[in-house]
């Protein structure tokens, strides 16, 4: 049974740091690319970073680069999110999702349910 | 990095068929044959519904449809049924190696 499990979410003031966790189960996790895609109410669904299949390679929003890094082991079955100077625009649900090829199929076939971060004073 | 543009609601009754807009651009919609559809409701995680501008997944129903025509996408759900109420969120590769999502639709069924 394909399972992404998200963890780490929580209150955090802003420009902290916060790491989340996605452990994956079900599925060969090294023949997928990963993406984070992040949702609040204020602006919907947002895409976040995705990092390839052997982790070589990741690409990120604009608003987010510098600040967030994401990395993977593919031994451990996990993908991680790095995020620092947070904002209060980084605020929401962070969903771990997969893309259904090692690469460029340019969709989004299975989702977690999500980590919730709040970034607050 | 700009949304893509939905409706913010559209509504129809049990049988009827009903359409969802997605606007963008030509560094996204427009560009690229690789629009994807996603619905949700509420407190669920996204599902997606059509990949590639019309291709659906194994285990989708032939109700929902998707189209593309110039720098804008459609979805299209045939017969609606009580149980396709939930938001529906449009997707785009844009260039740049990165994605884009529409506002997000709520679809209602009277």
């Known amino acids: 049974q394909l399972q992404l499990v998200e963890s780490g979410g929580g209150v955090v003031q802003p420009g902290r740091s916060l790491r989340l966790s996605c452990a994956a189960s079900g599925f060969t996790f090294s023949n997928y690319a990963i993406h984070w895609v992040r949702q609040s109410p204020g602006t919907g669904l947002e895409w976040v970073a995705v990092i390839s299949y052997d982790g070589g390679v990741q690409y990120y929003r604009d608003s987010v680069k510098g600040r967030f890094t994401v990395s993977r082991d593919n031994f451990e079955n996990t993908l991680y999110l790095q995020m620092n100077s947070l904002r209060a625009d980084d605020t929401g649900v962070y969903y771990c999702v997969r893309e259904p090829c090692r690469a460029s199929c340019f969709n989004f076939d299975f989702w977690g349910q999500g980590t919730l971060v709040t970034v607050s004073s | 990095q700009s949304a893509l543009t939905q409706p913010a609601s559209v509504s129809g009754s049990p049988g009827q068929s009903i359409t969802i807009s997605c606007t963008g651009t030509?560094?996204?919609?427009?560009?690229?044959?690789?629009v994807s559809w996603y619905q949700q409701h509420p407190g669920k995680a996204p599902k997606l519904m059509i990949y590639d501008v019309s291709k659906r997944p194994s285990g989708v129903s032939s109700r929902f449809s998707g189209s593309k025509s110039d720098n804008t996408a459609s979805l299209t759900i045939s017969g609606l049924q009580p149980e396709d109420e939930a938001d529906y969120y449009c997707?785009?590769?844009?260039?740049?190696?990165?994605?884009?999502f529409g506002i997000g639709t709520r679809v209602t069924v009277l």
């Open positions: 997707s785009s590769y844009e260039s740049g190696s990165s994605y884009v």
């Open positions: 030509s560094s996204d919609v427009g560009g690229y044959n690789y």
